[in-house]
C-alpha cells in the first residue's frame, strides 16, 4: 500500500513555488526537474510573472501549468484580480484566494461578485478557490463559503495559502470533504504538507470519506513545495 500511495502523492502533487524571490534559476531548475520526470507531478505552481516564461519553454503538456490570483491575502480589488487574470492566460489552472477576511466579518459581497467572475474570465482552466481554511473561521461558515464557491462553478476547494501561521489540519479537510459528496468537484490540501507520512495520511482521510476513485488528479491534489526535492 506504501507504495501505491507514494505513486499517488506523486500523481496529485501541485509542486508549488510561491516564495516570489525566484530567479530565472531557480525556475529553469525546477522545469528541468519537471521534464526529466516519469509520472507526475499533475502541475506546477508559480507566480504570475514567471508563467510566460514557463509556458514558452516546456514541453511537457501533460504537467499543468497553474498559478495564483488575489495572493496571498485575498483582498486585492476586482480592477486588480482582472489584470491579474489577462496576465494568467498560459495557465491552464488558477488558484483564487477566496476573500475570506471579508466573509468571515459578515460581508458576502466581495465573494458573491468574484466567484463567478473568475468562473468567467478562466473559462475552460481548472479553478482551485483557496479558503485559507487556517483562519479563525467560525466551521459552519467556512462550509457555506465552500458551498458558495462551488455554485459559483469552482472546480477545487483548497484548504491554504500556505503564507499563514495554520495550513491545511484534519479537521479543516474534514470540513471541505463534507460539502464534497455529489458535486463531482475536488480538494486540494496545501499548506504544510511537508512529508511522505502527511501526505499519505491526507489521502487516506479522502479515500474514507469519498472513495478509492477520489485520489487521482482530477478530484485530489497535494500542494507542496518540498516534497519533489529530495
Same mark, same amino acid.
Given at each position: 500500500?506504501?507504495?501505491?500511495?507514494?505513486?499517488?502523492?506523486? *500523481?496529485?502533487?501541485?509542486?508549488?513555488?510561491?516564495?516570489?524571490?525566484?530567479?530565472?534559476?531557480?525556475?529553469?531548475?525546477?522545469?528541468?526537474?519537471?521534464?526529466?520526470?516519469?509520472?507526475?507531478?499533475?502541475?506546477?505552481?508559480?507566480?504570475?510573472?514567471?508563467?510566460?516564461?514557463? *509556458?514558452?519553454?516546456?514541453?511537457?503538456?501533460?504537467?499543468?501549468?497553474?498559478?495564483?490570483?488575489?495572493?496571498?491575502?485575498?483582498?486585492?480589488?476586482?480592477?486588480?484580480? *482582472?489584470?491579474?487574470?489577462?496576465?494568467?492566460?498560459?495557465?491552464?489552472?488558477?488558484?483564487?484566494?477566496?476573500?475570506?477576511?471579508?466573509?468571515?466579518?459578515?460581508?458576502?459581497?466581495?465573494?458573491?461578485? !468574484?466567484? #463567478?467572475?473568475?468562473?468567467?474570465?478562466?473559462?475552460?482552466?481548472?479553478?482551485?478557490?483557496?479558503?485559507?481554511?487556517?483562519?479563525?473561521?467560525?466551521?459552519?461558515?467556512?462550509?457555506?463559503?465552500?458551498?458558495?464557491?462551488?455554485?459559483?462553478?469552482?472546480?477545487?476547494?483548497?484548504?491554504?495559502?500556505?503564507?499563514?501561521?495554520?495550513?491545511?489540519? #484534519?479537521?479543516?479537510?474534514?470540513?471541505? !470533504?463534507?460539502?464534497?459528496?455529489?458535486?463531482?468537484?475536488?480538494?486540494?490540501?496545501?499548506?504544510?504538507?511537508?512529508?511522505?507520512?502527511?501526505?499519505?495520511?491526507?489521502?487516506?482521510?479522502?479515500?474514507?470519506?469519498?472513495?478509492?476513485?477520489?485520489?487521482?488528479?482530477?478530484?485530489?491534489?497535494?500542494?507542496?513545495?518540498?516534497?519533489?526535492?529530495?
Amino acid at each position: 500500500m506504501s507504495a501505491l500511495r507514494d505513486a499517488q502523492v506523486l *500523481a496529485c502533487t501541485d509542486w508549488t513555488t510561491l516564495t516570489f524571490e525566484e530567479e530565472e534559476s531557480d525556475l529553469a531548475r525546477m522545469l528541468d526537474r519537471v521534464e526529466a520526470m516519469e509520472g507526475g507531478p499533475a502541475a506546477c505552481c508559480i507566480p504570475l510573472k514567471w508563467v510566460e516564461w514557463w *509556458a514558452e519553454r516546456r514541453v511537457r503538456k501533460d504537467v499543468a501549468l497553474a498559478t495564483v490570483l488575489n495572493f496571498p491575502a485575498g483582498n486585492h480589488s476586482i480592477e486588480a484580480i *482582472a489584470e491579474e487574470a489577462q496576465r494568467a492566460g498560459g495557465a491552464e489552472e488558477w488558484d483564487v484566494v477566496f476573500p475570506h477576511e471579508a466573509f468571515r466579518s459578515g460581508d458576502e459581497g466581495p465573494a458573491r461578485e !468574484l466567484m #463567478p467572475l473568475i468562473r468567467e474570465w478562466a473559462g475552460s482552466r481548472a479553478v482551485k478557490v483557496i479558503l485559507e481554511t487556517g483562519a479563525p473561521w467560525e466551521p459552519r461558515k467556512l462550509q457555506r463559503a465552500a458551498e458558495r464557491c462551488l455554485e459559483a462553478g469552482a472546480d477545487f476547494l483548497k484548504t491554504s495559502t500556505g503564507k499563514v501561521a495554520v495550513g491545511a489540519t #484534519p479537521e479543516a479537510v474534514d470540513a471541505l !470533504l463534507e460539502v464534497l459528496p455529489g458535486s463531482g468537484k475536488g480538494i486540494k490540501i496545501s499548506g504544510g504538507v511537508r512529508t511522505l507520512d502527511a501526505a499519505h495520511a491526507y489521502l487516506d482521510q479522502v479515500e474514507r470519506a469519498l472513495g478509492a476513485d477520489y485520489i487521482a488528479p482530477p478530484t485530489c491534489r497535494l500542494g507542496t513545495s518540498n516534497l519533489l526535492i529530495r
